[in-house]
């Protein structure tokens, strides 16, 4: 089979990993693939990548399927569908309205996701990452286009399985002298959630906090946790070229975050064998039982100290729960043969 991946740019960000992974393992597969992106940027080598444009587009008759991840590739394939002589695939990697809301506002989020949905109009088959995602976007099963893939990723990370910076590993482990560490790696915006972490630290004096990422909420966080005096007990790195270094140095996870489509960083904890906290969203208690990931309620500082609390009790049987849902479930060669299974079926309709 002869695939192209569209994706904005080849920079280290969710809906790019999930292409990159998706790319590497069809190759494995014995299937030739292409990643056409539309902006200059490095961060993931990827096989065979070309550069396009909206308007700049190439010759796709040689394809057997196109497959577009993000909202800019999606309306390339909506102005050139017509050239387009197989079928056409897009990915949702977030629940449009509340992801716009948290990113932009109100106003965006009124009109963003229906601009999308036009978008989107001219493929043949549509990919949420979960099933009350599938549900959400086809408004209770009325779009028959719509199914549902859970991420996956790789069995060994093609990054260090350290932090690049000894400075980082020496606070780390300076930290962990007198605390149990949860940890994240996140891009630090408001929908992540993370002020709720901050939040309960007055009400656990042996633990503390390490950040990996930036974003627009740092100097909120590091406003917070000073006016908390929980200063002395958080870390916050920065952004780091490779976050899954720093999971194996976490004794916890904590995904604290308002909305997800299909976090990537927890399957990096599951695969380090790190036990998570994480928001009871939908789509996580769709695929995770309550015995592989400790949840609470998101912005219920009770139900986050009670889950924090039991992922510290039974932190072995959670990290080898969760563990092993991953190797059988939730690994990119998985991903990609549903995604496999998907093309063939829209080659055959």
């Known amino acids: 089979m002869n695939i192209a991946l569209i994706v904005p740019a080849l920079k280290n960000a969710g809906p790019v990993r999930v292409a990159h992974d998706l790319a ?202 000073t006016r908390l005096a929980v200063a002395s007990r958080c870390l916050f790195l920065g952004a780091r070229p490779h976050g899954s270094a720093y999971m194996s140095l976490f004794d916890m996870y904590g995904l604290p975050s308002r909305s997800e489509g299909f976090p990537l960083a927890l399957l990096e904890a599951a695969r380090a064998g790190v036990p998570v906290v994480a928001s009871a969203l939908p789509a996580l208690k769709e695929a995770f039982s309550n015995s592989e990931v400790a949840f609470f309620m998101p912005d219920d500082l009770t139900s986050l100290k009670a889950a924090i609390q039991e992922c510290v009790t039974h932190s072995a049987a959670y990290a080898t729960n969760l563990h092993a849902k991953y190797l059988t479930s939730f690994t990119s060669t998985h991903m990609a043969e549903q995604y496999i299974a998907i093309y063939e079926k829209a080659l055959h309709v």
């Open 24 to 225: 590497w393992e069809y190759k494995r597969m014995g299937h030739s693939v292409e990643v056409l992106y539309l902006d200059e940027g490095s961060g993931l080598l990827m096989p065979d990548a070309h550069r396009i444009g909206i308007r700049r587009w190439l010759d796709t008759s040689t394809y057997d399927i196109v497959h577009t991840h993000g909202i800019r590739p999606d309306a390339a394939v909506w102005l050139h569908r017509d050239s387009i002589r197989c079928p056409c695939i897009s990915t949702a990697h977030c629940y449009a309205r509340e992801d716009f809301r948290y990113t932009y506002g109100s106003f965006v989020a009124t009109w963003g996701p229906e601009l999308w949905q036009i978008l989107r109009s001219r493929h043949d088959v549509l990919v949420a990452l979960s099933q009350d995602m599938a549900n959400y976007y086809s408004r209770h099963g009325r779009d028959h286009r719509w199914t549902y893939v859970y991420n996956g990723i790789p069995l060994h990370s093609e990054n260090p399985q350290r932090p690049d910076s000894g400075n980082d590993l020496d606070r780390i482990n300076e930290l962990k002298s007198h605390c149990r560490v949860i940890g994240s790696v996140a891009v630090l915006t408001r929908i992540k959630g993370l002020d709720q972490i901050l939040r309960v630290l007055p009400d656990f004096g042996d633990l503390g906090l390490v950040v990996v990422g930036d974003g627009p909420e740092l100097m909120g966080l590091q406003m917070l946790a």
